[in-house]
């Protein structure tokens, strides 16, 4: 009985510890497989892609219960939630799909309601639906917000012309020598503005001292005014002197500037004509509805696309098999990316005992001979694949070579028939032609499937019966089995 290899002991002790982790996170996490009590209540939407059942239900991001069950209704995906018994929903509520995570995690977000409005009872129906966009539409869209992109710098450019650019430049220049003129008009008369300046805090001062008794000593305020009167006189005539001096030092410069306002006032007014008549940068952003257009659709095209990232649905899967005629075992690593129902990619590593041979031709004392030499043992797989039912085409890159294949599916997508073909050229070790197999797949548990089939139909020396298994997550599920434990949901 051939020895059991190294590579069958880790791939046991794997499996093993994947099923104790699976055990300890149901237990750990208290996630029993029958929820326990709580209230049902329907909803219908066009589409769940990316959702599955016992999906999370979340109101204002709090869990609160689980997708129980997903059925078609009148051609319509009907959804049956499982809510907490204390959670209270109201007739206004309100349902939509929602995605968290960069893997696109789907789940259920609840609206309430308003306690004005009838209480729902187990068995009803929320009806206010909130419907997520598709994939397609979203390009659809992108390429429609591209163009009004387009036109909406057009229609910039065109505003910024060259009378529109000469005004502006004009209107600063004016603005420039204007403040270039107050400057020096301070700097000038400094220190006479500073003598006037204490001047009148001078007489502030006096008349804030002598005001309240104002009224009382009219007569001592007379006989002070006699007395005060000369020297007040003396003072506000040298504040008048004062003043007449700034203003004959500087009236052309006072001149200079009232001209500077007047022609800012006439570009000012100039500007204005130019903006009601829908001329320049600013008309026409005023006036030409087309810029309002553009900018309102590449809005609402946004806005649209904000629900769409999460169209993506990722697969893992991870199996082994065990080829009868080879003797040897085969590990597969599959990541699968499904944009659309009906369409998805496939990439793959594959761990092959036998790998792939290169021929070397050698001559030795005349004699030529070709000589095999076995290359790696990891190899690849890219395949796109498009659906048709219950009919899946594919084709791409088969472990290094160029390969087709087909599955048929049956029973709700539990198993499906499969049929590949590769190495046209047999550059596989010990293979003289192509290599083709058949094999059935079929899901057991939820995350476990089975199997087995026919490989190497063409290559008699390496054909045989494989049997195997593994897992298939969606990334929504490997989340939720391997998360932390407080983050998963109450049952």
Known sequence: MKEISTELKVGVFALLVIIVLTYMTFKVGRLPFIWEKGYRLYAEFEDVVGLDERSRI???????????QIDIHEGKARL???????????????VALKMTGLLGDRYISISTGTPDEPL???????????????????????????????????????????????????AIHNLRAMTENLRDISE????????????????????SEKGPTLVDDMSRAAKSFGEKGPKMMDDLSVLAQDLKEVIEENRYSLKESIDNIKTVSKSASTIAQKIESGEGTIGKLV????????????????????DVVGRLRTFLDFHTEYNTGEGEWKGYFDLTLQPKEDKYYILGVISDPKGSVRETDRVINGVRTTEEETESKVEFSAQFAKRFDDLALRIGLMENTFGLGADYFFHNDKGK??????????????????????????????????????????????????????????????????????SLPLP
């Open 80 to 94: 049956s939630f499982l809510l907490n018994p204390d959670i209270k929903i109201y007739k206004n509520a309100k």
């Open 58 to 68: 979340k109101i204002a991001g709090v869990d609160a219960g689980i997708v129980d």
């Open 287 to 306: 006036k030409d509805g087309k810029l309002y257009d553009s900018l309102s659709k590449v809005s609402e095209q946004a806005e649209k696309s904000l």
């Open 120 to 170: 729902l009872r187990s068995g009803d129906t929320i009806t206010n639906v909130v419907q997520s966009a598709d994939v397609d539409t979203l390009l659809n869209e992108l390429t429609s917000a591209a163009a009004y992109v387009s036109d909406l710098a057009k229609n910039l450019q065109d505003v910024f012309g060259d009378p529109e650019k000469k005004a502006l430049s004009g």
């Open 188 to 207: 000038e008369n400094r220190v006479p503005l500073r003598t006037v300046i204490a001047q009148l805090e001078k007489f502030t001062k006096e008349l």
């Open 417 to 486: 028939v499969k049929l590949d073909m590769w190495d046209f050229s047999a550059k596989e070790a010990e293979a003289d032609r192509s290599h083709a197999r058949v094999g059935v797949d079929y899901r057991i548990f939820k995350y476990i499937f089975v199997s087995s089939g026919i490989d190497n139909l063409l290559n008699s020396n390496r054909r045989g019966i494989y049997v195997g298994g593994g897992f298939r997550f969606e990334d929504e599920d490997f989340k939720y089995l391997f998360g932390k434990p407080g």
